[in-house]
């Protein structure tokens, strides 16, 4: 899901959805809108304390 | 003397659906079908069919490097495509205020800084290539 930030886009706060050929990736290289998807979190375990 | 013409007093723009309307201030929009040549020893006059459809879009904006302005729309699109729609005034879309979608056009280049000293900076874009549709009923 996407949010826009921009006014130029629509009003701030509300979902984006994008439509045919729009180039979501500038849009967020912008600043024009965010994404709400939670990051994965690292698959790499750290390294077990030594007791 | 024209029946009817035009003067664009408040056309609309978008690129990649960010309204750049109130930062532009030049639009030509060419719609371009390539013509191929099939004459043959029959013709007496040279003949031409289409071939690939060639389209562009060039736009004057005033430079902006605020948040979500001019620059921050743009910066990002070079060596990629998006989409770009244009009205010929704000009106609602119609037979007489028909809307252009290029979708997939090309933009190669782009100047960031193009300013000359006591003058407000302007960049010159050019959309290429791309699928051109005409609407002129509000989409459902």
Same mark, same amino acid.
């Given at each position: 899901?996407?949010?826009?930030? $921009?006014?130029?886009?629509? +009003?701030?706060?509300?979902?984006?959805?994008?439509?045919?050929?729009?180039?979501?990736?500038?849009?967020?290289?912008?600043?024009?809108?965010?994404?709400?998807?939670? /990051? @994965?979190?690292? @698959?790499? /375990?750290?390294?077990?304390?030594?007791? | 003397?024209?029946?009817?013409?035009?003067?664009?007093?408040?056309?609309?723009?978008?690129?990649?659906?960010?309204?750049?309307?109130?930062?532009?201030?030049?639009?030509?929009?060419?719609?371009?079908?390539?013509?191929?040549?099939?004459?043959?020893?029959?013709?007496?006059?040279? $003949?031409?069919?289409?071939?690939?459809?060639?389209?562009?879009?060039?736009?004057?904006?005033?430079?902006?490097?605020?948040?979500?302005?001019?620059?921050?729309?743009?910066?990002?699109?070079?060596?990629?495509?998006?989409?770009?729609?244009? @009205?010929?005034?704000?009106?609602?879309?119609?037979?007489?205020?028909?809307?252009?979608?290029? +979708?997939?056009?090309?933009?190669?280049?782009? +100047?960031?800084?193009?300013?000359?000293?006591?003058?407000?900076?302007?960049?010159?874009?050019?959309?290429?290539?791309?699928?051109?549709?005409?609407?002129?009923?509000?989409?459902?």
């Amino acid at each position: 899901m996407y949010t826009i930030i $921009s006014p130029r886009l629509g +009003t701030p706060g509300d979902e984006f959805i994008p439509q045919e050929g729009v180039n979501i990736d500038a849009l967020l290289d912008g600043g024009l809108i965010s994404t709400d998807s939670v /990051k @994965k979190s690292s @698959k790499v /375990k750290s390294e077990p304390k030594e007791q | 003397m024209a029946i009817s013409s035009t003067y664009l007093s408040n056309p609309t723009i978008s690129i990649n659906n960010v309204d750049l309307t109130d930062q532009c201030t030049s639009a030509v929009l060419n719609y371009v079908a390539e013509q191929l040549e099939n004459t043959t020893f029959s013709n007496t006059s040279r $003949s031409f069919t289409s071939g690939l459809f060639s389209n562009t879009v060039t736009v004057t904006l005033y430079q902006s490097y605020a948040a979500t302005e001019t620059e921050a729309s743009i910066f990002s699109l070079v060596g990629d495509n998006c989409a770009i729609v244009l @009205k010929p005034s704000s009106a609602v879309i119609s037979a007489t205020n028909p809307q252009y979608t290029l +979708t997939g056009a090309y933009l190669s280049a782009h +100047t960031p800084i193009n300013a000359s000293l006591g003058e407000l900076s302007t960049i010159d874009l050019t959309f290429s290539g791309g699928v051109l549709a005409k609407i002129v009923t509000p989409p459902a």
